[in-house]
């Protein structure tokens, strides 16, 4: 594995893609190659950081500073203080409203110190189009556990036992959700991912799929083995395209990993909101002998 000394995550969330990432990542890959420092510094596109009203985003590592609102003209400024002089570029650190300190760090700002992700736990630090990178960090691990060493039954009752409930207004017990559907007859079950979100401004599942796409897929996998569902719909709403496209990405790279075999079949189809065409025609996957 080739070793950087450095790492750049760049935001590539729908809100930093308004507010001029695209330009921005463009502006920075063609600098560090001008300076001869891409076989050195590594730039990585992630899911939404978080923090969109201050985009665009860059956090260095191993360093941990944040940069924020960086234009494609702030580039060559940046790359040559940070990296060829080794001076962070104080002028693109945050700031809180009303005082004059400068927060380097990203731990250290307001917004992000308190927080305990959970779902979130991969936002910002890894590419959503490269599977590897998920795993590196125990994704599909969870699955494997549960299709290895549980029953439906403990599953089920692991995640009663966890608390999770629904990210809705409604808070729903999701154990309690699984219990029902397992315990349901027929021959014919489903899982459903409603990605739609139609309350307005509600961009919690958007995040997700966008900055994350494996974790949903795994989740949904898990819930299938449990629930006795045989077959899944992952429903996204058409103005939501960078979503569709991370999941598109991540089901055609998780395929290969879990083809079918005769003990577990499962069939997860992705729609979008205006016609519900199903958008990914690739054969069923997942199997775990």
């Known amino acids: 594995m ?41 730039v990585v596109e992630t899911g939404c950081n978080g923090f969109c009203a201050q985009g665009p985003i860059i956090v260095v590592y191993p360093d941990g500073i944040i940069y924020m609102n960086i234009r494609a ?4 400024e940046l790359v040559e203080e940070h990296f060829i002089k080794g001076r962070p570029l104080e002028r693109l650190f945050y700031k809180e409203p009303g005082k004059e300190e400068r ?27 490269d599977i590897e990178e998920y795993i590196s960090r125990d994704g599909y691990a969870g699955m494997a556990k549960a299709l290895t060493e ?59 799929l966008e900055g994350d796409p494996h974790s949903v897929i795994e989740g949904m996998l898990v819930g299938a083995f449990a629930t006795g569902a045989t077959e899944g719909v992952l429903y996204v709403r058409n103005e939501y395209p960078l979503a569709i496209k991370h999941t598109r990405i991540a089901l055609r790279q998780a395929r290969p990993r879990f083809p079918s075999s005769p003990d577990i079949v499962w069939e997860l189809a992705v729609l979008y909101h205006e016609s519900l065409q199903d958008m990914d025609n690739d054969p069923p996957f997942l199997g775990l002998a």
Not at 104 to 128: K, T
Not at 156 to 166: A, Y
């Open 73 to 76: 003209e702030d580039v060559p």
């Open 150 to 208: 549980m029953t439906s039954e403990q599953i089920v009752q692991e995640v009663l036992t966890s608390g999770l409930r629904g990210r809705g207004g409604g808070g729903f017990p999701t154990g309690l959700k699984w219990q029902f559907a397992m315990n349901q007859p027929g021959d014919t079950k489903y899982v459903l991912c409603n990605a739609d979100e139609g309350d307005p401004g509600a961009f919690m599942d958007r995040s997700v």
């Open 2 to 42: 080739k070793v950087f000394r450095s790492h750049l995550l760049v935001c590539g969330g729908t809100g930093c893609h308004a507010s001029g990432s695209i330009a921005m990542k463009k502006a920075l890959v063609e600098e560090l190659n001008k300076r001869s420092l891409a076989e050195e510094i590594k």
């Open 103 to 129: 927060i380097p760090s990203m731990q250290e700002i307001p917004f992000f110190a308190l927080q305990d992700l959970r779902v979130l736990r991969n936002r910002g630090l890894i590419d959503p189009e």
